[in-house]
């Protein structure tokens, strides 16, 4: 502002004047790379070429000023899987083709009753049957467990987190569904939060109030999250 630059628009202007040679402009953001398109396409691509799953202060650390609008919108890509907090692209997937049959067939078992059925409840039976799948895939819990079910069997068996179900089977309220997720976990994003309610229109008057309600079980570690008592003892 001592300079008389009061916006991220016109501080791109007198870049592009005086670093045009040296760097390419795109209208949010610059770059080095000529074949960045798009800073979506950026973060799916630093994403797919890491082996193991990427924590999202590590996005925030290489893409300084991305905002979580820009990793949500990033981390939402169908070849994206959520792992709590961490992503990993579907490229790295150890998974051969009989292990996806023998996997597909336990789901068929489970879902059979015509219920929906708990992520935990199916991760935990998976474990038991086939011990190696998940944790070769670094998935350790049944959150990230359930995001490689849901790419693999997404057009087979109906996924509303953290229920499985048969196509076609009436899994709970949204609120229910809320309150389930944010239990099966030991620490939750108010973004996480926020982004439930804007995908299955469910409104929540106050996030805060919301969070003070579940101080059975979490408390707030700052104003972005909320952890469970248990991880902080």
């Keep these: 502002m001592k300079r008389g630059v009061f916006n991220k628009y016109y501080l791109q202007g007198i870049l592009r004047e005086f670093c045009s040679d040296k760097y390419y402009f795109r209208r949010d953001y610059i770059s080095k790379d000529a074949e960045a398109t798009s800073l979506y396409a950026s973060v799916v691509n630093f994403i797919k ?18 905002t979580e609008i820009v990793i949500n919108l990033s981390v939402s890509d169908p070849e994206v899987l959520n792992y709590f907090g961490a992503y990993l692209h579907s490229s790295r997937l150890v998974i051969s083709s009989k292990e996806q049959w ?10 059979s ?17 086939m011990p190696t799948v998940f944790s070769q895939n670094s998935a350790m819990y049944s959150f990230s467990a359930f995001s490689i079910l849901e790419y ?23 609120g229910e569904r809320l309150h389930d997720l944010i239990y099966s976990g030991d620490e939750f ?37 909320i952890v469970s008592i248990e991880q902080c003892q």
């Design 49 to 66: 070429k890491s082996k193991y799953p990427v924590q999202k202060q590590q996005i925030k650390n290489t893409f300084p000023g991305i």
């Design 113 to 129: 009753d015509h219920k929906a059925h708990h992520g935990t409840e199916v991760y935990e039976t998976i474990q038991r049957q």
């Design 189 to 225: 994003a108010i973004s996480d939060i926020k982004e439930f309610c804007k995908e299955h229109r469910f409104q929540i008057q106050s996030l805060l109030d919301y969070g003070n309600a579940c101080n059975d079980r979490f408390f707030w570690r700052d104003k972005y999250t």
């Design 102 to 111: 023998d996997l597909r067939h336990i789901l068929i078992e489970i879902v």
């Design 152 to 174: 693999l069997f997404r057009d087979t068996f109906q996924f509303s987190r953290p229920y499985i179900a048969e196509l076609g089977v009436e899994i709970g309220r949204p």
